[in-house]
């Protein structure tokens, strides 16, 4: 079972896909994970990767395809997929209808989440990442109790590059130019599934796995921690 989850940046594609994913005993395949292993390798490839990134811009489709397909060839997809961030345009969508044609499979829904633009500049232009821990902090939902401290470890607090006000703006003009049309493009295949996005995590999460729900009841799903906590 191969299923994607599409939205601008700051829809919560992140958090819903891993929810997901640990529900139905699915891997998780986040192109920003697959991105940020390659820049803190410190090779050529994360070196040219990093230099997109830092611009807002997608990283080049030949590089982000083959991330993508050696990362479905791992044990772990044995079972499928839910993909965050890839594809992100019609030639990558392209290439994974035929690798995963190849081996007699299919992405069987996308799922779009649906946020608008002031929501995503208000989501993502107050975002606070911890430079020792990673932990993330926000100025509207999830504050440090010390300004520039993180709660956890003491760590200085940074905005990432990505996540700057006129960054976030080309990011958004990137999704409408090359990401956006894969929403006809799922639409005319009758795969696409569509979500609001404007409510708490646990609202979003409701109506994605009733919109999904069909499609996972069969067969009967692994059982995650999520599931048996319910």
């Known amino acids: 079972?191969?299923?994607?989850?599409?939205?601008?940046?700051?829809?919560?594609?992140?958090?819903?896909?891993?929810?997901?994913?640990?529900?139905?005993?699915?891997?998780?395949?986040?192109?920003?994970?697959l991105f940020r292993e390659a820049m803190r390798s410190g090779g050529e490839l994360g070196r040219r990767i990093k230099e997109y990134y830092d611009r807002g811009e997608l990283v080049p489709d030949e590089l982000t395809i083959d991330m993508f397909l050696e990362r479905l060839g791992r044990p772990d997809c044995?079972?499928?997929?839910?993909?965050?961030?890839?594809?992100?345009?019609?030639?990558?969508?392209?290439?994974?209808?035929?690798a995963l044609a190849a081996r007699g499979l299919a992405?069987?829904?996308?799922?779009?989440?649906?946020?608008?633009e002031d929501e995503v500049l208000a989501r993502l232009g107050g975002r606070w990442t911890c430079r020792t821990c990673g932990a993330i902090y926000h100025e509207r939902n999830s504050p440090p109790r010390r300004a520039g401290a993180c709660d956890q470890c003491g760590g200085e607090?940074?905005?990432?590059?990505?996540?700057q006000p006129e960054t976030v703006r080309r990011r958004l003009a990137v999704y409408?130019?090359?990401?956006?049309?894969?929403?006809?493009?799922?639409?005319?295949?009758?795969?696409?599934?569509?979500?609001?996005?404007?409510?708490?995590?646990?609202?979003?999460?409701?109506?994605?796995?009733?919109?999904?729900?069909?499609?996972?009841?069969?067969?009967?799903p692994q059982q995650g921690k999520a599931a048996a906590g319910r």
């Open 157 to 163: 607090l940074y905005q990432r590059s990505d996540d």
């Open 78 to 98: 044995a079972r499928g997929a839910v993909l965050d961030g890839f594809p992100r345009n019609r030639d990558q969508a392209e290439a994974l209808d035929r």
């Open 176 to 220: 409408q130019e090359q990401t956006a049309p894969l929403i006809d493009y799922y639409r005319s295949q009758g795969k696409l599934l569509e979500v609001d996005g404007e409510g708490d995590v646990e609202a979003v999460s409701r109506a994605l796995s009733e919109a999904l729900a069909p499609l996972l009841a069969r067969p009967e």
């Open 107 to 116: 992405l069987e829904r996308a799922a779009s989440i649906e946020v608008d």
């Open 1 to 33: 079972m191969f299923l994607l989850l599409l939205g601008p940046p700051g829809a919560g594609k992140g958090t819903q896909a891993a929810l997901l994913a640990e529900r139905w005993g699915l891997a998780h395949i986040a192109s920003g994970d």
